[in-house]
């Protein structure tokens, strides 16, 4: 997590305040560099999002052991995606809202965390943004 958050927090567009809530989980196997890139693509994307909105910037990073499954967990204060377009955030497009990317980075990491035995989910809070349902 820690070398993630390096990497994502030193780039331009990560400037939001970041607060960790770890709690104990069990070791992950897996492909470690794979797995780092997506949570970088994923602090990079809250952080572009908080970027966005005239309020409080925050980005929340949190990791729990849940029914057997590791679960972390990055909320952005403010949404980036509208919640009739939250179906299709998962298909390889081209971004909406001129970010300038090429809409491949969730459709990846959902592919990365699915070969890793996996799931990848996008969640709206209706009081602040993504994040697990409330």
Request: net charge negative; glycine share 8%.
């Amino acid at each position: 997590m820690e070398a993630a958050i390096e990497t994502a927090w030193h780039t331009p567009l990560s400037r939001p305040q970041l607060t960790r809530d770890y709690s104990p989980i069990p070791d992950v196997w897996g492909n470690e560099t794979r797995l780092t890139q997506v949570i970088i693509h994923l602090l990079i994307h809250a952080a572009r999002t908080d970027l966005a909105a005239n309020s409080l910037q925050e980005v929340h990073l949190a990791t729990r052991s849940e029914h057997g499954y590791v679960v972390i967990e990055i909320a952005g204060s403010a949404p980036s995606v509208a919640s009739d377009a939250l179906t299709r955030v998962f298909e390889a497009a081209p971004e909406l809202g001129g970010t300038g990317g090429i809409g491949l980075g969730l459709p990846l990491c959902r592919e990365i965390i699915e070969a890793h035995q996996g799931q990848l989910e996008v969640h709206i809070r209706p009081d602040s943004g993504f994040g697990a349902p409330p």
